[in-house]
């Protein structure tokens, strides 16, 4: 899902380290097996969603960024599940996803917090997205406010959480071993 980044390090566009970062999480999902790509672009964002799509992936224009939207977009495709993932965890590891994912077997929704900080990392559901679903900001939703909209609580499964890059002390966590995030390396190394 693509959305404004909160913070930007000194000296790099803004543009650019959104591009990044998103691209990084785009590259990450799409070699993912099982799992289809896509790109949920809020009004004003095609531009950056064709320039970090690969090709034949599908873009889909939702008018906020809201998770519901993006979720809508895929049922209407005839997807019976779906993950969103914030545009800013670069180096997030695949296994990630799959936890997001993995308790949609029994439970209706998963979302996966942001380590450090508000928001949620991402959010898993089994589509059609049911009716008590509220709609979804990434940035300043909770855990909390899904199990509250939920019928049952245990409706709403936890993944473990990852952290987000929005801000200086979330950039010195970056592992350098760790293999991926190539655009956002490039951006800080340069």
Not at 62 to 73: L, N, T
Not at 120 to 141: E, K, M, Q
């Amino acid at each position: 899902m693509l959305q404004p980044v909160s913070w930007c390090p000194p000296g790099i566009d803004p543009y650019a380290w959104r591009t990044a970062l998103a691209e990084d999480v785009v590259d990450l999902v799409n070699v993912l097996a099982e799992a289809d790509a896509a790109i949920a672009a809020p009004a004003g964002d095609r531009a950056l969603a064709d320039t970090i799509a690969w090709p034949t992936m599908t873009v889909y224009d939702v008018p906020a960024p809201d998770v519901r939207a993006a979720f809508e977009a895929a049922a209407h495709d005839g997807y019976d599940q779906a993950a969103v993932l914030a545009p800013d965890a670069p180096d997030l590891p695949g296994l990630q996803v799959g936890k997001l994912l993995r308790p949609l077997t029994t439970r209706t929704v998963a979302v996966a917090p942001a380590n450090g900080g508000d928001g949620l990392l991402g959010v898993a559901c089994r589509l059609p997205a049911p009716a008590w679903l509220p709609p979804i900001n990434l940035d300043t939703a909770s855990i909390g406010e899904l199990r509250s909209a939920a019928p049952r609580p245990a409706d709403v499964a936890t993944a473990p959480g990852w952290r987000r890059l929005r801000g200086p002390a979330d950039v010195t966590t970056l592992d350098l071993a760790v293999e991926g995030w190539e655009a956002t390396r490039a951006l800080l190394s340069a």
